[in-house]
């Protein structure tokens, strides 16, 4: 759905209020980009549920899109940009990965849809107020599914939180997560249910310790 308005409550100092307040400050309509991750889930949930730690955002131009960064104040550190401390992660679209994640994450890029994302803190004051496209329910749920499986750089931790993300994504919304598989690629949804079964019933990841 677009045009969607979200309220995230969240501190200050938290990744939540620091990141979309970054988000506000990028030019608009200059290179096209989505916001995925940890804050693209918090602003589909309408809530902070779990900690992350950077912006993770896919573009087609994501050359462009570290430049554009760049040019708003970030900083190059390694393979990432800092937004006044906000490591910002510019994912290319569709990039490189196992099974069908390169696809995933040309869908989620293409199916994205504005939200303006307003933080509100711990007295209700504005902490931030960004419009970012956002990838929708759908295009995260597969996101995460082919991560958790596929993805190379994903460690038991990182694959329990993706399979936490998906659970979180699915359960409040049955309906419009439906509709909006529809529309996705067949091989797609084929591969992301292969990657449920793995994830979700034959090997489901566990806490660090247990």
Same mark, same amino acid.
């Given at each position: 759905?677009?045009?969607?308005?979200?309220?995230?409550?969240?501190?200050?100092?938290?990744?939540?209020?620091?990141?979309?307040?970054?988000?506000?400050?990028?030019?608009?309509?200059?290179?096209?980009?989505?916001?995925?991750?940890?804050?693209?889930?918090?602003?589909?949930?309408?809530?902070?549920?779990?900690?992350?730690?950077?912006?993770?955002?896919?573009?087609?131009?994501?050359?462009?899109?570290?430049?554009?960064?760049?040019?708003?104040?970030?900083?190059?550190?390694?393979?990432?940009?800092?937004?006044?401390?906000?490591?910002? $992660? @510019?994912?290319?679209?569709?990039?490189?990965?196992?099974? +069908?994640? %390169?696809?995933? =994450? #040309?869908?989620?890029?293409?199916?994205?849809?504005?939200?303006?994302?307003?933080?509100?803190?711990?007295?209700?004051?504005?902490?931030?107020?960004?419009?970012?496209?956002?990838?929708?329910?759908?295009?995260?749920?597969?996101?995460?599914?082919?991560?958790?499986?596929?993805?190379?750089?994903?460690?038991?931790?990182?694959?329990?939180?993706?399979?936490?993300?998906?659970?979180?994504?699915?359960?409040?919304?049955?309906?419009?997560?439906?509709?909006?598989?529809?529309?996705?690629?067949?091989?797609?949804?084929? $591969? @992301?249910?292969?990657?449920?079964?793995?994830?979700?019933? +034959?090997? %489901?990841?566990? =806490? #660090?310790?247990?």
């Amino acid at each position: 759905m677009s045009g969607d308005v979200v309220l995230l409550r969240a501190p200050a100092d938290s990744i939540f209020a620091r990141g979309f307040a970054q988000l506000a400050r990028l030019p608009v309509d200059t290179v096209p980009w989505a916001l995925v991750g940890g804050l693209g889930v918090a602003a589909r949930l309408a809530g902070a549920f779990r900690a992350t730690s950077d912006i993770d955002a896919v573009s087609p131009d994501v050359d462009d899109l570290v430049e554009m960064l760049v040019r708003s104040g970030g900083v190059r550190t390694g393979g990432r940009v800092r937004l006044q401390g906000v490591p910002v $992660d @510019a994912i290319p679209v569709p990039g490189s990965g196992g099974g +069908r994640l %390169p696809n995933a =994450r #040309s869908w989620a890029f293409d199916t994205a849809t504005p939200v303006r994302v307003v933080v509100l803190g711990p007295d209700g004051e504005t902490l931030a107020d960004a419009n970012p496209a956002v990838a929708t329910r759908a295009a995260l749920v597969l996101m995460k599914l082919e991560s958790a499986v596929h993805g190379y750089d994903r460690s038991a931790a990182k694959q329990a939180t993706d399979i936490y993300d998906v659970l979180r994504l699915i359960a409040p919304a049955l309906a419009i997560l439906g509709a909006e598989l529809a529309s996705a690629p067949r091989a797609l949804r084929a $591969d @992301a249910a292969q990657c449920a079964r793995t994830r979700l019933i +034959r090997d %489901p990841p566990r =806490r #660090s310790g247990t």
